[in-house]
Each structure stands twice: as C-alpha cells, then as structure tokens.
C-alpha cells in the first residue's frame, strides 16, 4: 500500500465565512479541471495524497495555512465543486465529516452504479482505511472526518483526519490505492507526525503473531514499528514568519509580478491586462496546478496568493480572487475549444518564475511585503471573518 503522508496540525474551531467559501469552491474547480486537462484525472488523486501539496492548495485557496481546519474546509469545498461535473472528469468526492463521513459507503455504491466499478470492493477499502487508522493504529488520533475520492479508471485516495485531545492537535491521514498489497502488513510506507511515545500498531508486520492472539507489539519502541521517511508537522503560530517560507521562491514571484510585465516576456502575451497583484496570485496558482512535489515543502509561501480568512499573512483579496478564478475558467473554456494559448501562458508563469529563482537573492524585507499587502488590502476587496479591510488612517483622512 503506498501510504502518500499524513501531517500534524494545531486544533483551530474557526468557520469559513460564505464568501470564500464560494471563493474556494470556484478555485478548487478550476485547479481540478486544469489538472486533468494537462495530466490526467488520476493524477488528480496522487496529488490530493501527497500532504504537502494539499496543504499548499489549502493556502492558496485563502484558508489558515497551518490550522486542522483546512482539510474540512478544502475537501468541502472541492466535493460541493467537483462531484457536479464528475462524468466529464471521471473524479467522484464521497464522504466528509462526521455525519457525512458515515455516508461514504452509500455515496460510493451510487458511484459504482454509474461507472460500472466494484462499489462493494470501494466500500470494503474505504472502511479498512479508516480502520487502520482509527484502530489498528492507536496513536491517540481519533477520525472525525473520511473523504474517499476515486476516478472513473478504478484508483482511488483517502484523506481522513483524527483529533487528540490531548495534545490539541490533529492529524491527517492520506491514502493512495497505487501499489496496494495489503491492508495489514506493513500498508505504511509512511506515518509522520511528532513522536509521543509508545503507540500500538497492529498493521504491521510484526504484529502478525499479535493479529492472530495477544497483542504483543504494544511493548514495541515506535522505530522498530514506522519507517518515518519525512514529516509535516505544522507550528502553533498563526502569523506567517519568514521561517516558514522559501524566500528565494517567494521574492523570484514578488519579483516578476511586480516589476516585470508580462509583455517582457515571450509567451505571456496572452496574460495581458492583468495587474501586478493578480498576476502574483495567479503564479502561485500555477505552481499549485503544474509545479513538482519538490515545490510543495513550504506552504506557507501559497498564502501570498490570496491572504487568509483571519487576516494571516494579510486579508483575503477578493477583487483578486475572483479575477484570478475568472482567467483560469476562461483559459479552461478556450482550452477545450481547441484554444490553448491561454492556458500553455499560465502554465509558463510557474517556468518563467522557477527560472527567475537561478539568480534571485533574497532581501530582508519579508515583514514589508506583508504590511504593504495589508496596507493595500482595502484596494483589493480585502476580508477577513471580523469584516472588510479599511484604508489606512492617512487614506481615511482624506476622505473627509
């Protein structure tokens, strides 16, 4: 079983206000049609397993980007977004939080009657997968929320979260069907997380003997049980400190959005009549839509794209949003008329921003870029979940 990661990430009881959950819903689609345009539909699911790259789209979408709140809120907003258009693009989005979640077999027999899939195989898969990880793994991890996305060709994704009360903190659990041998022995390649002692884990293959009478794997030190390959653990601070981007990826797209013009640059013709700010949110976008996993290990740098609900690093720019949504819908609808130009020019924008990297040297003025960003939010539609961003006093005065 390749098991893609799974990510540690402090308990946060916010809400996503309306207009951005619609925001997110728009987006999501958009990213998801982009993806199988260029790549394929299960590339779609290899994608939602790696949970770096989930944590980046959770950011660029304008959710807290280090908060357990984004994988309700992303896996929300994507099954509202995605499952209306499943038979064009062979992605289905069963399950969800708690109720919800508890319905995923009924969703996927329903699938299966429509795709002509083993839905009683996908029922069984989905509930080993959440099995193995509320149960056989016992890591003090409690799932409240299973979301089972699988495409029309058979291959599927889980991505389920736990919460501990202990420690405050949740955990997200990510699943992908390639290479699937067994459920018991050994179907971790990988489990991150921060290490909190012994834990019992009889989906491993030292615990064959405890499958079949006592449970004497219990005793086990945690390495002799996990091959820990990497980890995402997420900090508790809210705010977005420079310790937590690439500097050298963030400046090189500050940098071409804001004092390069598209128009300097062979192949972005097509993305003319964008401004500077949207221009920066839509590269980060393309990254999140065409870049390498490699580009996925700070996800705090996708919340340049479009802010975060509560005002980290800066308000949600929704004139912004909502032209960069509308230039991605656009480049998609002309795509499929055969019309690709605007669609080849926004992937370019991530290549063109990765070149820039080579010589960019990064300055000290990450705290700048921010107070400029909320400076300047007011101009862009800025909103958080306490309200609309204001002008700073000195434009308030001037406007007596």
Sequence with gaps: ????????????????????????AKLGLAVVENIV???????????????????????VMGMDWHSSGITTSVMGALKRAVNPHSKELGIYICGGKGNHSRRTPDELIKVSEATGLDGNHLVKCS????????????????????????????????VQQGMSAASKTARRYHWHSEQLTSFVDDPHTFIYGQNTG?????????????????????????????????????????????????????????????????????????????????????????EVIHGTPSRFKDPARFSFAHGGKDGHPFPVPTKVYDETIGVLQTAIYKAKLGESEKNEAIKRLTQIAQRAEQDFIPNANFDKVIEEERNNSWKYGGRTVLGRAKPPQQHQLTLF
């Design 198 to 286: 012994n834990i019992l884990n009889m989906a491993d293959t030292q615990a064959d003997s405890a499958r079949k009478g006592v449970m004497q794997i219990a005793s086990e030190h945690p390495e002799t049980m996990l091959r820990e390959i990497s980890k995402l653990t997420m900090p508790n601070h809210h705010d977005v400190r420079a310790k937590d981007v690439d500097l050298k990826r963030l400046g090189a797209v500050l940098w071409l959005a804001h004092e390069k013009q598209p128009k300097d640059f062979e192949g972005l013709l097509q993305l003319q009549g964008l401004g500077p700010r949207t221009l920066q949110s839509l590269a980060l976008v393309s």
């Design 127 to 158: 509930k080993l997968s959440a099995k193995v990880d509320n149960t056989a793994i016992q890591d003090g991890f409690q799932l409240y929320t299973h979301n089972f996305i699988l495409s029309s060709s058979g291959k599927w994704a889980v």
């Design 37 to 59: 345009l260029d790549y394929g539909k299960d590339e779609v699911l290899r994608r939602l397993s790696d949970p770096f790259w989930f944590q980046s789209l959770g950011a």
């Design 1 to 24: 079983m390749k098991r893609s990661g799974s990510a540690d990430l402090p308990l946060h009881y916010g809400y996503v206000p309306v207009w951005l959950a619609e925001r997110m």
